[in-house]
Structures are given as structure tokens and as C-alpha cells.
């Protein structure tokens, strides 16, 4: 039997990055935090927290913070069922809910209904942002309990709801357009047009212009890693990009981009 002291306490560490901000948090001391920690890992027999700067969860030190996360919404459910432990549970720390999401889904609908679903449940919500070919992964890796993904079938261990259509428009502003698309788009002038990207596994862009050009084009560059840093940079005439519109209902076709 696993200590739920212990557990919290890890958990606690790698939510708030340090064994000093998690003592706050637990409202106990450095010391104590690190000591439960310690027993913990002689408990299982390998470490579980890569001591940096932020502190980082080994894949083992995962699998437990993820275990924390479902016990504690296990708790939650049961809590909501029966009044009598929910009386004793007022003033207790809420359960944490990871997700991953991308981040034109958290820039466009899924906020509003992030905010419908923690006002509905008992939760604080602990979002990460990936690309949407990516956090999957994070599910695999049991970094999350949920996450938006592109990916049609679900990870192991999982269930998947489709959510609709993420639609997008590829676009730029008149000066752009007239500086490097004056005579149309194709490969000739996209190769000299810089696009905008999210990061190095944004894809979306060149995904679009393989439909468009029914080959391989080189694209030059420019990452930024902001939703609204990616829409002023359109404005302000640094590149062109595809950008999200929200999703089209669930079972709909995607809007022509």
C-alpha cells in the first residue's frame, strides 16, 4: 500500500516545480517534503524527481503523479454522491485535472468551456499546450488524464469523442500579398514568402501547401509560439499563416481553407 501523504507530496513538487514552493502549497516544510519524497522512492526502489530547475518528473514519477490525479477525482466523484462526505471534505484541496490541449483550440472555443466545466465540477484545471499531432503523447506518457488531439484513434487505455472540425484560413495582410503573391500563389512564391508557425512541429502550414502544390515546398520560417503574437505578426505583414477560425460541429465538414 502506497502512502497518499507521500504521493501528495510528489505530486505536489512536480505541479509546483520545487520542493520549497510545494512545502507552501502543502503548508509544511521543505524538509518534510523532501523527506516524503525520499521515503517514497526507497518505497518503490528508483527516483522519481530529476532535481532541476524546475524539478521534473521521471517516466516512473509520472506514472505515480497521474495515479494522485485519478485517486483525487475518484474522491471528488464520490464526494458529489454522498453529502455526508462532502461536508467533510469542504475546505480540503481540490483535485487537479492535466490536460493538453493545442493551442488554437485554448485561443478560440475550448477557454469558455473550460470555464463551464470548472464551474460544474470541484477541479482546478492544469493546461499544457502542444501541437495537436502531439498531445497524444503527453496521454501516453501519463503526463495528462485528457487531451485535444487530431489523432482518430485514442491512446491506449483511453476513450475519444469527436469535438468537430478545427477550421482554418490560410491568410495574410494587402501589403504581404501584394509583395509576394502579386501574381498568385504556388510554389514559386512560397518558397520567398515567409509562413508563420507555431513551433518546429507546427505542420500545418506545410500540410496545405502540399494540397495546394501537389509537392514538397521548402517554407521559410518564422516560429511563434503565441496565438496572438502569430495574428499580429499576419497583420503587421511578417509572413502568412493558417489561422484558426474554431471548430465546425461534430460530424460537419471543414470549412474550405
Known sequence: MLDYASLSALAAVIREGSFERAARALHVTPSAVSQRVRLLEERVGCALVIRDQPCRATDTGRRLCRHVDQVQLLEQDLQGSLPALAQ????????????????????????????????????????????????????????????????????????????????????????????YFAHGVGAASLVLAPSLVFNAKDELQARWVRRLCHRHVELPRHALPSPHAFVTAALAGMGWGRHGLGPASAGADPAPS
Open 88 to 179: 467533510t471534505a469542504l475546505g480540503m484541496a481540490r483535485a487537479t485535472l492535466p490536460v493538453a490541449v493545442n493551442a488554437d483550440s485554448l485561443a478560440t472555443w475550448l477557454a469558455p468551456a473550460l470555464a463551464v466545466f470548472a464551474a460544474a465540477h470541484p477541479v482546478l484545471m492544469d493546461v499544457a499546450v502542444d501541437d495537436q499531432d502531439h498531445t497524444a503523447e503527453w496521454l501516453r506518457s501519463g503526463a495528462v488524464l485528457a487531451a485535444v488531439s487530431a489523432m482518430a484513434r485514442p491512446a491506449s487505455g483511453c476513450n475519444s469523442r469527436p469535438l468537430g472540425a478545427m477550421r482554418y484560413l490560410a491568410a495574410a495582410s494587402p501589403a504581404f500579398l501584394q509583395r
